[in-house]
């Protein structure tokens, strides 16, 4: 509408400006009016959220778990067999060495040795811990064939009835999801014959530990 700008017409020109200017106050007042009734006073600030309790130098991150370097268990006996004893695991990459002492066996026995797959000695009979810890699915088996990640070598008692053994066991390790920590150690009653599926026929279960990271 800019036609009328063009007029000689002083009074016209004026009318029009009037004009202009009352539409533009009407419409500037509406939009103020409009942006009162419509938007929302601004929301006060939420407090800000404490960080998380855990220390932040020490993630709690799978990465964190796979990094334990050192476990132990300690063996208690079932409710008859009298057998006690401490498991010391180290290593914190793809190999773990052990350290088994115990006592109360009979001398110059052997008995089957492994990583059963729950951390639970509840049970009388602990039965609690599990089968074989076997995260990928092998056959029970000797160190040198394809093997369960829980097995282990069998243990031989002394004549005064004592273990005291040391053994590197390749391709474990201590912590994350496939790592021993979390999981029991179970000491048998017999020799492990490392063939019977699906735990080498080893006998009763006579001594348990869980195993914790150090
Ligand atoms: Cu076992
Ligand atoms: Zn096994």
Request: negative net charge; aromatic residues 6%; glycine residues 22%.
């Given at each position: 509408m800019v036609e009328p700008l063009l007029s000689s017409d002083h009074t016209a020109t004026m009318r029009l400006v009037l004009t202009l200017s009352l539409a533009a106050a009407v419409a500037l007042t509406a939009c103020a009016s409009k942006t009162l009734v419509t938007v929302p006073a601004p929301a006060p600030k939420p407090a800000p959220v404490p960080a998380p309790s855990a220390s932040p130098e020490v993630p709690v991150t799978e990465s964190y778990f796979s990094r334990t370097k050192s476990a132990v268990a300690t063996l208690s006996p079932s409710a008859t067999s009298g057998v006690s004893g401490l498991v010391v695991f180290s290593g914190g990459g793809n190999s773990v060495d052990v350290h088994v002492t115990a006592s109360g066996?009979?001398?110059g026995s052997i008995h089957g040795f492994h990583v059963h797959e729950?951390?639970?000695?509840?049970?009388a009979d602990f039965?609690?811990?599990?089968?074989?810890?076997n995260p990928t699915h092998k056959p029970h088996?000797?160190?040198?064939?394809?093997?369960?990640?829980g097995d282990m070598p069998s243990l031989l008692a002394d004549p005064a009835g004592k273990i005291d053994a040391r053994f590197t066991l390749e391709?474990?390790?201590?912590?994350?999801?496939?790592?021993?920590?979390?999981r029991a150690v179970i000491l048998h009653a017999t020799a492990d014959?490392?063939?019977?599926?699906?735990?080498?026929?080893?006998?009763?279960?006579i001594a348990c530990g869980v195993i914790a990271a150090e």
């Open positions: 066996l009979q001398p729950t951390g639970n000695c509840a049970s039965m609690s811990a599990g089968g074989h810890f088996g000797p160190q040198d064939k394809p093997h369960h990640a391709g474990v390790t201590l912590g994350g999801a496939e790592g021993f920590v979390g014959d490392f063939d019977a599926q699906p735990s080498g026929n080893s006998g009763a279960r």
